[in-house]
């Protein structure tokens, strides 16, 4: 199983917008909204790095996020 975390800037007027449609996509397990410097955070499991990679263009294609960061867990 592949696992990360997905940070993401979003559209600031659009923040509860991009979370719900990040919640929907397959392979999100959880979803929360914060304070500083990123504006959402998402936890993405996967059957592999191919599925994983997958969910995380789907995250970016999204309309109103601006940018994301990928932390990949290891161990």
């Given amino acids: 199983m592949s696992l990360a975390y997905v940070m993401m800037n979003t559209a600031p007027d659009k923040l509860e917008t991009v979370l719900e449609e ?3 996509i ?7 909204m914060l304070y500083g410097v990123y504006d959402i955070i ?3 499991k996967a059957g ?3 599925e994983l990679k997958t969910i995380i263009l789907n995250i970016r294609k999204i309309k109103y996020v601006s940018s994301t960061l990928t932390l990949f867990v290891v161990s």
Avoid at 26 to 32: M, S, T
């Fill in 26 to 32: 397959e392979g999100i397990e959880e979803a929360y």
């Fill in 48 to 50: 592999n790095s191919e």
């Fill in 42 to 44: 998402a936890e993405v």
């Fill in 22 to 24: 990040v919640r929907e």
